[in-house]
């Protein structure tokens, strides 16, 4: 895997493991069991097996910084495609890695199962590895001139618990293409676009009313003339005034295929309305799911057109 292409996985899971691992501790009614297990961990296909996080969930009234959710004396193991693969504790707490006498690269289309147990507690979960995916190439479309916008920011405190104010944005369109891949036996694909800028920015409320990600069916996707399949997203980058430049900034697209688990935990995971996200772990809450992903890294400017996979 190229530096810069391992460096943005690794980003977009500890995005999703933090959501995970917040939201499995939230509870509005009634406090957490200490003893409900968070499990997390992705096999990616054409990768080493990964590393699996064992927690305890928390409730709100523990404090932040308080007692340590880690669990450092689990047994775990994996069985990928028939071969059992046993898992000990790592550097990290609470994080397992593989136990192997040489390396084991996850294929597309195997099927995989875990145990876990802890104390008289124990979880299980299994899936299949998609087919790899490759982003062909990202469009990028930048306007001459910012639109006006109306900015909310949910943490102003005034009378009318509104704290709108006028500003302007400028709306960044992003299309990218990438093959499709044919329904196998294990069931259909989905795929997860995400457009990440990197960029002071303070509304989500701009991110809701745009389209920065989205989860759906592969083929639901585009169909374009030459086979290729794309989807086309918005970003908003917000600017003082109608005269201001456009601010460059760094971006990074993300193309995951997956099955349904894992969609299904990507589409819930920051679901307001949910104790925790959809979870495909029996006895545990969490996410153990086989996915393929790659990305494309670029800095946007007023100039930016098209740009290619270089892998």
Sequence with gaps: MPAWRGHNVRRLVAWAGLA?????GCDTVSPTDDN????????ETGQPLPAISIRRALS???PLGGEPNAIDDAALALTVDGTRIPYAL???????EPVLDQPFVVSAYTRFSMEAAWRDLSAAAEGAIPPSIRLDSVLVSVPATPAD??????LRLDTLGVGAQKGYLYPVEVTMWWRPEDVASDGAYWIETLLRPRIAFSSTVIDFFLQPTDIRLEQEMTARPDGSLQ????YGIPVDSLTSPFPPHALTVYLVRSHEDYAEFAATRDAPQRREPKSNIDGAVGILAGISMDSLSLTVSATTTARSNPH
């Design 20 to 24: 995970l691992v917040l939201a499995a």
């Design 36 to 43: 409900v297990l968070v499990i997390e961990g992705y096999l």
């Design 60 to 62: 709100l009234t523990t």
């Design 90 to 96: 790592g550097d990290t707490p609470g994080t397992y």
């Design 149 to 154: 916008a109306i900015l909310i920011d949910s």
């Design 231 to 234: 989807w086309k997203g918005v």
